[in-house]
C-alpha cells in the first residue's frame, strides 16, 4: 500500500502513511498469532496448525478488524475523555484477539478447502498446502482446531474484556463462519459447478463465501470499538461493498495473473467450470464493476460520520488495486 | 435406564425413574436440535447437517448436561427462591443451548472422524455414514458448519441469558474441542497407530480425544445450574473419572459386541492395531478398571454437597453397564 490522496472522509485528518500503518498492525498480529497458534496442543497437530497459519498471508481481516477498531474509536466520545489505561488496555487486547480469530477462521478454511475432496490444491502462498506436507488427517484435524481455537482465543479467563464484548464477538465471528455464512458459501459454491448462475445467485454465493467473514471482521472491530448504531450500520455497508469487490477482484486475478504472482494456482476456477465474475459479466465489465463497488464503500464510510477511516479506506483501495 | 437403588448421594431423595427422566429430557433436546440444525442454511448443506445430527445417538452429552445443570440447581441458594419466571426460563435456555452445542461438537467430530483419510468407515449409528450419502467435501463442509453453529447456539442476541454466561460457556466447549481438547486427543490418536503406549500415554489421549467433551458437557450444565465452587470442582470430578470410564468401556464393546448390537463397525481398534485399555490391560482387568472408575464418580457426587444428583449418578451408570 503507498499513501493516498485525502478522500472526503479523510479530509479532516493528514494522509496517512498506510505502508507504516500497515507494518505496525501486521507485526502485533504476527507476533499474536506466533504466540497464540499451537501453544499446549500435541506436536504434530501444533506444527500443522502453525504451519497453515504463520508466515503468510496479507492478513487482510486481521487488519480490518484493527482499522474498524481504530475508526470506531476515533468516534467515540470516550476515546479522548482520561479513562483508565487498563479500560483501554482491554478494548486493545479485545481487538487484537478479535484480529487473530478471524485469521484463524480464514486460514481453517483455506487447509479444508485445498484438500484433495475440495479443491484438491497443492499450492498455497507458495507453499505445499497443508495436508501435502502433513497428510490429510493432520489437516482435517488442524482445520477443526483453528475454528475451536478462534473462539478459544475470543474468551479468555481473568480479563478485563467485558463478557458482554466476548459474547458478541463469539456471535459474529460464529454468524459470519457457519451454515448462513463462508460454509454455506461453500456448499452453494459446490453445487454450482457447470451450473449457470445468474448474477444475482453468484453475488449470493459470494456475499456468503467470502463476504460474510470480511464483513464480520469489520463488524467485530467496530464491536470492540463502542461504535454507535449509525457508525456500526455504515461500518456494515463498507464490510459488504468491499467484501463482495474483493471477490469480483479475486476472480479478475484468477483470468489475468500467473501462479507465481498470486501464490497459488491460477486459472483453476476456469478449469474447474466454475462461474465467476469474469465469466458472467466479461472482464471489462467486471473490472468497472469493482471500481463500482470500490466508490460505495468509500461513500459508506463518508456517512459513517466517524472522524478517522483512512486506514478503512486505505484497504478498500489495496483490495481492488492488488495484484495478488 | 432402570430405576436403581438409593446410594449415599441420593439418601434424601427417592429413586429416581431414570426411563422417564431420560425420555422427558431426550425428546426437549430432539426438539430443539431437529428445529435449529440446518436452519438458514443453504439446501444440501442443511441435509448433511441434520442427516448428521437428528434421528440418532444416544445423547449421552447432552443429558450430561441437563443433569449437572439439575444437580447443580438442586443445591443453588435461590432453587428456592420466588425469583422471576422469566430468570428461571433463561437458565433452562441457556442449559438446552449447551446441551444441544455439545451435540453439535460430538456430531461434526464423527462426520470427520468417518471420512476416508481418518478412519475411513460407510456405518454409523446403523447408517451410511454422512460422506457415504452426501459425499466427501459436503461431509467436510457440515462438519465445519456443525462446530460453528454449536458457538452460535451459545450466544443468542435477545435473550435473558446473562452474556458471562454465554462467554464462559463459549470457553468451556472451545477449550473441550480444541487442541487441548478434542482434536487434541485425536491428533494423539492419529500419531499412535502401531505405537506401544503406556497406561498414561493411553490414558492423557482418551482424557483428551473422548473425556475433555464429556467432562466439559458436566462443567457447562454446573455452570448454567451456578454451581458453588466445591460442588463445580466435586462435578469436575465425576466428569473426569465418568469420561474415562466411557473409554474403557468403549475399548471393552469394541471387542466383545458385534457390528449390530454396535450400530458401527466393531473390531476396528484391534483390525487398524490402535492401542486400548483392552489391550494393554487384558479384558479382565479392563472391565475391574471400568467399575473402579464407576465407584470414583460416585464418589465425587457424594462430595459435591448437592442434594439430587440421582441423574447424573444413573448416567454415570448407564456409561458402564451400556451394550453399545
Known sequence: MSALPMTS?????????????????????????SLWVGDGAP????????YAVLDGGKRLRPLLVLAAYEGARSGSSDSTAPEGGAVQAALDEAALRAACAVELIHAYSLVHDDMPCMDNDVLRRGKPTVHVQFGEAQALLAGDALQAFAFELLTPDNTLIPAATQAALCRL???????????GGQAIDLASVGVA????????????????????????GALCGHAAPAAYQALSDYGAAMGLAFQVVDDILDVVADSATLGKTAGKDAAADKPTYVSLLGLERAQAYAQELLAEAHAALGRSGLPDTRALAALADMVVRRSH
Chains 1, 2 share one sequence.
Open 43 to 50: 506436536a504434530g497437530l501444533g506444527d500443522a496448525m502453525r
Open 173 to 183: 465471528l460464529a454468524r459470519a463462519a457457519g451454515s448462513a455464512g463462508m460454509a
Open 197 to 220: 448462475l445468474t448474477e444475482a445467485q453468484l453475488r449470493q454465493m459470494h456475499r456468503l463465501k467470502t463476504g460474510a467473514l470480511l464483513q464480520g471482521s469489520v463488524l467485530m
Open 9 to 33: 472522509s479523510t479530509a479532516l485528518n493528514p494522509p496517512l502513511d498506510t505502508n507504516l500503518w500497515s507494518q505496525n498492525h501486521l507485526a502485533r498480529v504476527e507476533q499474536a498469532l
